[in-house]
């Protein structure tokens, strides 16, 4: 972790509160100096006076030595410390401050103390043993460079020695020298403890919840998820079992505070509940919601977060600015409100889905697709169209048509029917049932031919509407668009099983962009959004929500208004995306499904393969721009907010505001 990013923890967790206790105290010793007798060289003082002096001086020093008693006793713990960054800025931050403090109070006529901060201030646990003794070293150097570069002698015998406050084990679970979990009397997997530390800074490994079983281990995931059950939930990203153990070790009162680096994933559904937790039981007091950060050469986006109690009267700061509050979802609280509280609308539940979850190469090219087309009738006299469809990815949806074809025995297909289509089952059975093996689902291994989540409420809903609404789960542009309910939408696109204009232009406008930015997390520069946080908790006008036939508002005003706007945006994408002059439309194989877009020639092939979402929404030209605005406006009349917004005065902070308060008023509704 680079320098900068360490202090953008340490100064608030340590720094800064520390520094808060010391001018508190040097105040005390500056007001003890000013109210003691003084004296002059032409004016010695004598009896009382000089007493009295005499006790002044000594309350001042004994002040400032309890001041450096407090320091050198500071334990900071760093429980993922890998080569000692952390813990080597941390040491430094703390031998600054002692050595502040000795030189303002030798300015006030204290004498200076020796510095007795040390290496011991700083506690480790890394389970990488090599690590480990480097964060040793790299302690001790520090520790030797400070008191050579501010003229005091360094520890020469031995020059270095044993830190045994740098612990090689597992920070999070206790297990033995193999790294297997160790269980208890009741055959349960145990927590790690901590050693007791006044605050905890770090850098905890990044590692999502579906690769921790691949990269862990299934005995050493399910044990680590055993342990912590009830403290935080199941698919929650390795990197929260050290926040939950941060709070826990706050709540048993043997920790003060606590300021970790997390992927800014720590903020989406499944992940944000310990950031809940944290915010009901403690107070964010400091958070960078969304920094850049490399590693290895890789970008990816990250969450500061520092918690607990400061212990000082210092406002609350987020992404470098004064805030009253800030919530679990790393935002500012304005109007006493905490966003963190939002809930699903029961309006909306059962028309939002992530796609299916394939897990394992399912998906063929056209070419393979129409070859099983081709072939003869299966033994049991059907085609082997019944298990061959289009499908779509996030790149069909923000792009060209990749063209792919999928084969979907939907969810509970038995072996012996699937093998009847020949020709599909033998790919499946060569390709995907040697992937599926040691899964943790005994479903995913014993019925291979079946995709991993298949999605069956997602599928009985499409079997209601003529076209669906889809855009990708991330994506650097707010994006949907309509898919053919025959085209089978893959996990990285989420789903909005609803067919008519209203709904598409509500969810298309800039109103629910500004939501689901506030209610999900960044992957580099593209905005996630999700089933739940994004569309289940987003407050639709009154009486144009998901749960209500769009029949029943056709002829509403409102509803009208933003049927012509979205229905106009969609036409005038669609015509930029295949000009009628450069494409033709071919029936597709299988009837019922959706024609085949082709260019004319080669020429228009070559303009066609430029002509993309991505691209048109960076370029993002006029026309383009007063669609969407004409969308946007009708969408604002229909929540009674059309003045304000022709007025300009409807910000996106406004509009999160507004928002925010509709989705208090519908909670359980």
Not at 33 to 53: F, H, N, V, W, Y
Not at 121 to 130: A, F, H, K, R, W
Not at 321 to 327: E, L, P, T
Not at 653 to 666: G, K, P, T, V
Request: charged residues 25%; hydrophobic residues 40%; proline residues 6%.
């Amino acid at each position: 972790t680079d320098r900068d990013k360490i202090m953008q923890i340490v100064e608030p967790v340590i720094i800064r509160p520390l520094s808060a206790e010391w001018a508190g105290i040097r105040a005390e010793i500056e007001e003890l100096i000013a109210s003691a007798p003084q004296q002059t060289a032409e004016k010695l003082l004598k009896g009382a006076d000089k007493t009295k002096r005499d006790r002044a001086f000594a309350k001042a020093q004994e002040l400032l030595r309890g001041f450096v008693e407090r320091l050198r006793t500071f334990r900071v713990l760093d429980p993922a410390c890998g080569s000692g960054n952390f813990l080597y800025l941390s040491l430094l931050a703390l031998k600054d401050l002692e050595h502040l403090a000795n030189l303002e109070a030798e300015a006030l006529g204290c004498s200076r103390e020796f510095p007795a901060v040390g290496p011991e201030c700083v506690l480790g646990i890394e389970l990488n043993p090599y690590a480990a003794e480097l964060a040793r070293v790299s302690v001790w150097i520090g520790e030797i460079q400070w008191m050579r570069r501010n003229g005091f002698e360094a520890a020469k015998n031995p020059i270095l020695r044993s830190l045994g406050n740098i612990e090689n084990r597992d920070a999070v679970l206790v297990t033995n020298e193999h790294g297997i979990p160790v269980l208890d009397a009741a055959g349960k997997a145990q927590r790690a403890s901590w050693p007791q530390a006044d605050v905890v800074v770090g850098n905890p490994p990044f590692l999502g919840d579906k690769k921790m079983l691949s990269s862990l281990g299934r005995e050493y995931t399910d044990a680590l998820r055993s342990a912590f059950k009830g403290k935080l939930a199941g698919r929650s990203d390795l990197v929260c079992y050290w926040f939950v153990s941060a709070l826990m070790a706050i709540k048993q009162g043997r920790l003060i505070r606590a300021g970790f680096v997390a992927t800014n994933s720590i903020k989406q559904t499944s992940n944000r509940g310990v950031l809940e937790a944290i915010f009901a039981h403690t107070e964010i007091f400091q958070a960078w919601s969304d920094e850049p950060w490399v590693v290895d050469g890789a970008s990816v986006r990250v969450s500061l977060v520092c918690f607990g109690s400061t212990a000082s009267e210092i406002a609350p700061q987020l992404d470098g600015q004064q805030v009253a509050k800030i919530g679990a979802d790393l935002k500012a609280i304005s109007d006493g409100n905490a966003q963190a509280s939002v809930s699903t609308i029961k309006a909306n539940a059962g028309f939002a889905f992530q796609g299916v979850k394939r897990v394992g190469q399912f998906e063929v090219p056209r070419k393979q697709a129409l070859e099983w087309l081709s072939l003869p009738i299966n033994p049991h006299g059907r085609s082997n169209a019944d298990v061959l469809r289009p499908w779509a990815s996030g790149f069909d949806v923000v792009r060209r048509p990749q063209d792919y074809w999928i084969v979907d025995f939907g969810w509970d297909t038995p072996a012996s029917e699937a093998a009847l289509y020949e020709a599909p089952f033998q790919y499946l059975e060569r390709e995907v049932k040697p992937t599926r093996k040691g899964k943790r689902e005994a479903r995913a291994n014993e019925m291979w031919w079946i995709f991993y989540w298949p999605r069956p409420e997602l599928r009985r809903k499409l079997r209601g509407v003529s076209r669906f609404a889809a855009r990708p789960s991330v994506s650097k542009h707010h994006i949907f668009r309509w898919l053919d309910p025959a085209v089978l939408p893959d996990g990285a696109l989420v789903v909005i099983a609803k067919d008519d204009d209203v709904t598409f232009g509500i969810i298309q406008s800039r109103l629910h962009e500004v939501w689901g930015l506030s209610r999900g997390s960044t992957l580099e520069d593209r905005p996630a959004y999700t089933p739940s946080t994004t569309f289940e908790t987003f407050p639709f006008p009154e009486g144009l929500s998901p749960d209500i036939s769009a029949a029943n508002f056709a002829d509403e005003p409102r509803a009208k208004a933003i049927a012509v706007a979205a229905a106009r945006l969609n036409e005038l994408r669609e015509n930029w995306l295949n000009p009628p002059d450069l494409i033709e439309r071919v029936p597709e194989v299988v009837p019922g499904y959706p024609d085949r877009i082709l260019p004319k020639d080669e020429a228009a092939a070559q303009v066609l393969k430029k002509r993309t979402l991505t691209n048109l929404y960076n370029a993002r030209p006029a026309w383009l721009d007063h669609a969407h605005r004409a969308l946007d406006e009708a969408v604002a009349d229909a929540y009674g907010w059309g003045d304000d917004y022709r007025a300009g005065t409807l910000t996106d902070d406004e509009i999160l505001a507004r928002l925010f308060r509709l989705n208090q008023e519908r909670t359980g509704r």
